[in-house]
């Protein structure tokens, strides 16, 4: 699941791993950027299927691991393509094959 949060001037990604130790689970989170134009909503379920782990020097001359992703899909495959890309003004284009609309 990735988790968006918007700044002033950009918008950051991140995700959850998790793991057990002594019995309890343990949950991190880790940077995660995309190519330039995507744009993913909050809680989206994706698959990565071209991706690398990559980092960044920090100011303090540490570094900070990311996952860039250059290529995913998402969870549901009835979603069209450049469906979260083709914003505008807030909304997006609704394919009208999608028949299973409850409204």
Same mark, same amino acid.
């Given at each position: 699941?990735?988790?968006r ?22 949950n =991190? ?7 330039? =134009? ?22 303090? =001359? ?27 003004? =807030? ?13």
């Amino acid at each position: 699941m990735i988790f968006r949060k918007e700044f002033s001037d950009r918008t950051s990604y991140q995700t959850t791993l998790s793991h057990k130790k002594n019995g309890e689970w343990e949950n =991190g989170f880790i940077g995660i950027q995309f190519k330039k =134009g995507v744009d993913i909503p909050n809680k989206t379920k994706i698959t990565i299927t071209h991706g690398w782990i990559d980092f960044y020097p920090k100011k303090d =001359g540490s570094t900070e691991k990311y996952i860039f992703c250059n290529e995913f899909e998402t969870e549901r495959q009835d979603i069209p393509d450049g469906f979260y890309e083709d914003k505008q003004s =807030g909304f997006a284009a609704l394919d009208e094959s999608l028949d299973d609309s409850p409204f």
